[in-house]
């Protein structure tokens, strides 16, 4: 791929990276956090909330596509024996309904089902990496690094769910491993909007602690550039 600079405003300073060297990673946007009927609904959460950004993050995906950007999605699912899942995740908080028991979309959090896959408005395309994570983060127990290092990979671009959760554990571990990471503001969501309020200022704090943070438009802009 040629190398196409970009830079945005960000927090708390300007972004900088290159379409040749950078991932889009989309972080389970499934239908079992986004979709009234799912697990995110079942554990009395407002999925409203979520779904609220798909239409920001289809806006970006198909821009990044467009520009032959490449992409990375990640689900939140466990092996159907549920070996990859540890008794203290499947049972802490005594919930209803288990990661593996069977829920109004499959059993829960489990790979294959209807629930543990993306939402159809962003569904991976051939060629698009698609990363099954037993974790809240990405990094852990999946080939994501190894993966991003062969195809030379240095900087990161996060939209998803929850913004707390996966999307911040993602970040963090990714950071420690020496990527540059931007958070689109508007293109990441949480069931508790005063989590992702504070998320955002942590990332960006301290000089970017744990990255950058921008509203999508920055990135649209610079990957569709109006005529000169
Ligand atoms: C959660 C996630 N919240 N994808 N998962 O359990 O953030």
């Known amino acids: 791929m040629t190398q ?17 060297s950078t991932a889009l990673v989309i972080i389970d946007m499934q239908r079992d956090f986004i979709e009234p009927g799912g697990f995110g609904e079942t554990l009395g959460n407002d999925v409203s909330l979520l779904s609220a950004i798909v239409p920001a993050c289809q806006a970006v995906l198909s821009a ?64 698009e990496i698609v990363i099954d994570k037993p974790g809240k983060g990405a990094f852990y127990a999946t080939p994501l690094h190894v993966t991003l290092r062969k195809k030379g990979v240095t900087h990161l671009i996060f939209m998803g769910v929850t913004t707390e959760v996966c999307v911040q554990t993602s970040m963090r571990e990714a950071n420690d491993r020496g990527y540059d990471c931007l958070l689109l503001t508007d293109c990441t969501e949480s069931y508790f909007p005063q989590f992702k ?8 704090a301290q000089g970017g602690i744990v990255g950058w943070t921008s509203p999508s438009q920055g990135l649209l802009s610079a990957l569709t550039p109006g005529p000169a």
Not at 4 to 15: E, G, S
Not at 197 to 204: F, G, K, L, Y
């Open 4 to 20: 196409t600079a970009i830079t945005l405003a960000a927090q708390p300073f300007d972004f900088s990276c290159d379409l040749a």
């Open 197 to 204: 309020a504070a998320t955002v200022d942590m990332i960006h």
């Open 64 to 127: 990044w596509r467009a520009a032959g950007g490449l992409v990375v999605h990640t689900r939140e699912s466990h092996r159907v024996d549920l070996s990859d899942c540890p008794p203290a995740k499947r049972n802490r908080g005594n919930p209803r309904l288990r990661i593996g028991d069977t829920g109004p979309m499959g059993r829960i959090l489990v790979a294959g089902e209807p629930g543990n896959q993306i939402i159809p408005a962003l569904s991976p395309m051939p060629g």
